[in-house]
């Protein structure tokens, strides 16, 4: 897992001024994870494909090691679309938030939701 900060890093849903690091899991999935408050940016199909990799990426993508930050709820833009994200609920894990654009199918996961969700889906 190799974490970088490129020029075209997307911003933080949470933290606007803060670049979010690529995260190199696997050969072909790339995670956005905003290093200030642990959220993490998923393109389409890299939640899926995520799980069906070993737990490892998991546990340390979605750290609790970040600094405790007040997380933005409300009215969340796409960092790559700009339109606001849909709120959407799972009904295996109500406290989750899973944050999805319309337009390009990407989902935004505050820090541990990432884990919840995984417990979910290796049952």
Known sequence: MAFTSEPESLSCINCPSEKMEKVQCEKTITIDRCPRCGGIWLDKGELIDLFT???FYI??????????????EGNRQCPRCRI????????????VNIDRC???????LDRGELTKLAKLYAR
């Open 84 to 95: 606001a994200l849909q709120h959407m609920k799972n009904n295996k894990a109500p406290e």
């Open 59 to 72: 546990k340390h993508l979605d750290t609790s090691e970040q600094k405790t930050v007040e997380m933005k």
């Open 102 to 108: 319309p337009t390009c199918k990407g989902v935004w």
């Open 53 to 55: 990799v070993s737990d």
